[in-house]
T-cell receptor, first 115, second 111 residues
Framework: DVKVTQSSRYLVKRTGEKVFLECVQD?????MFWYRQDPGLGLRLIYF???????EKGDIPEGYSVSREKKERFSLILESASTNQTSMYLC??????????????FGDGTRLSIL | GDSVTQMEGPVTLSEEAFLTINCTYT??????LFWYVQYPGEGLQLLLK?????DKGSNKGFEATYRKETTSFHLEKGSVQVSDSAVYFC??????????FGTGTRLLVSP
């Protein structure tokens, strides 16, 4: 079974802090994704990556950056946290090869509160 | 752009009732369609998928049929259980393997 592990289930930070959210997958997946989940808005894509050192902006990249130095790890960075970034953050990964339209596999999420 | 519309919840049912959660989509081409489920305190799990028109995805008693003519992918289950209480997300796969999600529908099943 694919395992996507997010480093923290709950995190509380202060406005202006630099925040790192870590995600690790154990199935050698090429693609990794970061979403935020908010009530009434569903999941919205922040950034994604197709390969090591590759990154692409999603629908709501403002205020965020990412890092992918190793294939298994994808980090989301809040450069200067603000209260409107309080949310649930979900990481996902998927294969590129094999059959088309490979499903994404999700971690359990990090609930981040910015005070 | 691509989009997914789901019925608003919560959907409240008694155990053993029939479930339908509506999902329609707008997309160029013929995307693959997915239902994901999120149990309380957990991430999303893939429930079922369909990759082309008239395909039926099924898993754990849930079914959904890819209807190209109505651009729909409604989720159904003949007899729900309390353990099915969760949030259900419909999604389509757009370009570059990106998923576009609906807003989610919360299902509450009472004994």
């Amino acid at each position: 079974d694919v395992k996507v592990t997010q480093s923290s289930r709950y995190l509380v930070k202060r406005t202006g802090e630099k925040v790192f959210l870590e995600c690790v997958q154990d199935m050698d997946h090429e693609n990794m994704f970061w979403y935020r989940q908010d009530p009434g808005l569903g999941l919205r894509l922040i950034y994604f990556s197709y390969d090591v050192k590759m990154k692409e902006k999603g629908d709501i990249p403002e205020g965020y950056s990412v890092s992918r130095e190793k294939k298994e790890r994808f980090s989301l960075i809040l450069e200067s946290a603000s209260t409107n970034q309080t949310s649930m953050y979900l990481c996902a990964s998927s294969l590129t090869g094999g059959s088309p339209n490979q499903p994404q596999h999700f971690g359990d999420g990090t609930r981040l509160s910015i005070l | 752009g691509d989009s997914v519309t789901q019925m608003e919840g919560p959907v409240t049912l008694s155990e053993e009732a029939f479930l339908t959660i509506n999902c329609t989509y707008t997309a160029t081409g013929y995307p693959s369609l997915f239902w994901y489920v999120q149990y309380p305190g957990e991430g999303l799990q893939l429930l079922l998928k369909a990759t082309k028109a008239d395909d039926k995805g099924s898993n754990k008693g849930f079914e959904a049929t890819y209807r190209k003519e109505t651009t729909s992918f409604h989720l159904e289950k003949g007899s729900v259980q309390v353990s099915d209480s969760a949030v259900y997300f419909c999604a389509l796969m757009g370009g570059f393997q990106k998923l576009v999600f609906g807003t989610g529908t919360r299902l509450l099943v009472s004994p």
